[in-house]
């Protein structure tokens, strides 16, 4: 077990030490207050403070994890060997860079809360970040700074045998619309073949009307590839299905529509199934609560995973309901049109409430690839290439890889040609040294 000294143990301390110290490196973690205590410790230990007690492995703390809600933080980013960091400790530190202060800045999402230029949607974009504009979004550095401390204990404590991990991934499949011409009804039926005659599109027509008499598998309908690549691993998928009303948002096929609901029982199955909360759950608890009874009284468990329309978070508040209605695990955090880490981790972590300075039982899996984010690559390489920097990025510190697809990603649609073998690289990359 990790002691670490600290003058002042606070929320963010024990959040962020808990993190980096237990999460990423495996390793239990306790603190104290108490200079007798620290000395008489006779296993791995650290001092998180402004000087050092004597010789032992020292990191120069900033005020960060001491304070309370925000304010104007000088955020300086430089390098650091192959990576980058800030928050500049001095020449006692053990490390060059606070990178407790640093983690928890990325992990609490602390700009988020900051003035920003919001897209159309309302959402925090890349662009906006610290880490897309100081270029490393691509690298996993929380996890990183995490070995980098690792290395330094291993030096001093050469006894201490750190726990071993290895690389993991978790797919995730997003169903917004199960079926593009089946079960939507009469009046949406009618809608779309009148839309098609009057735009002239022909081909549409013809695929419609072979869709709807049988003779052709709807192209949104890939589950029963999705199953059969879910039969070939030992790890599960999590398929996230939209249930809630319709809108101007939210397209999906009606709960009423029993061949819509024994989809998501035969898909329960093999795969762990949660809900993709709809447009208006986002900022309306009783519509999330309302989507999350339906979604439990059709798998019959307690629902575990969620994901918001349109990778939409409004922070603090879209968590604190998923807390609320105890949803125990999120999976809406990332960008729509950049692969990276939004929170600078490639390990799942903890929610922390800055407004109320508390740590929540709700797992944040922040996604490092969209499927749409790898639209913008020309060519099936580049695609192969952009997922593979990832991958590599991810093994090296042994995280776990979060990507998320469609189910229309894996239909013959011209737009979406190579997504199959792009989803199935991915899966067989858990095989690969």
């Not at 998180?48 to 010789?55: F, R």
Request: overall charge neutral.
């Amino acid at each position: 077990m990790l002691l670490v000294y600290s003058h002042k143990i606070t929320p963010r301390l024990r959040y962020t030490f808990k993190h980096l110290c237990t999460r990423i490196l495996g390793v239990p973690v306790t603190f104290t207050t108490t200079i007798e205590d620290f000395i008489a410790h006779d296993s791995i230990k650290m001092s998180y403070t402004k000087q050092p007690l004597s010789n032992e492995v020292f990191v120069r703390s900033h005020e960060l994890l001491f304070e309370q809600g925000l304010s104007d933080i000088d955020v300086n980013v430089q390098d650091w060997d192959t990576t980058k960091c800030f928050f500049a400790t001095g020449d006692k530190s053990a490390l060059p860079f606070d990178i407790f202060a640093a983690s928890f800045y990325l992990l609490s999402r602390y700009e988020e809360y900051l003035p920003h230029v919001k897209d159309d949607y309302g959402r925090f974009t890349a662009s906006e970040s610290i880490a897309f504009k100081n270029n490393f979004l691509q690298q996993p550095v929380v996890d990183i700074w995490a070995y980098k401390l690792k290395a330094v204990l291993e030096e001093k404590f050469e006894d201490f045998s750190f726990p071993k991990k290895s690389y993991t991934i978790q797919p995730v499949i997003d169903v917004p619309k199960a079926y593009y011409f089946r079960n939507k009804g009469l009046l949406r039926t009618f809608g779309g073949i009148f839309n098609d005659l009057i735009r002239f599109r022909l081909g549409g027509l013809y695929q419609r009307a072979m869709v709807l008499t049988g003779f052709k598998r709807d192209p949104h309908d890939t589950f029963k590839w999705i199953i059969n690549k879910q039969k070939s691993c030992d790890f599960k998928f999590i398929v996230l299905f939209l249930i809630g009303d319709y809108s101007t948002y939210d397209k999906n096929i009606s709960i009423n529509k029993k061949e819509f609901v024994s989809l998501i029982k035969s898909v329960a199955d093999y795969c762990k199934v949660g809900l993709k909360a709809s447009y208006f759950a986002l900022e309306d608890i009783s519509i999330l609560k309302k989507e999350k009874n339906s979604m439990e009284s059709i798998v019959n468990y307690e629902l575990q995973a969620s994901r918001h329309s349109f990778s939409k978070l409004n922070l603090p508040k879209s968590y604190r309901h998923l807390v609320e209605l105890e949803i125990h695990q999120d999976y809406t955090m990332g960008y729509i049109k950049e692969l990276g880490f939004r929170a600078g981790t490639c390990t799942p972590f903890l929610f922390y409430d800055l407004d109320y300075e508390v740590q929540t039982p709700l797992q944040i899996h922040s996604f490092h690839c969209l499927d749409s984010a790898l639209l913008k690559y020309q060519s099936q390489l580049d695609k192969k290439e952009a997922i593979q920097r990832i991958i590599s990025q991810i093994k090296q510190v042994n995280g776990t890889f979060t990507p998320i697809f469609h189910n229309y990603s894996f239909s013959d649609d011209a737009l979406w040609k190579g997504f199959r073998e792009l989803f199935t690289m991915i899966l067989d990359s858990a095989h690969e040294n």
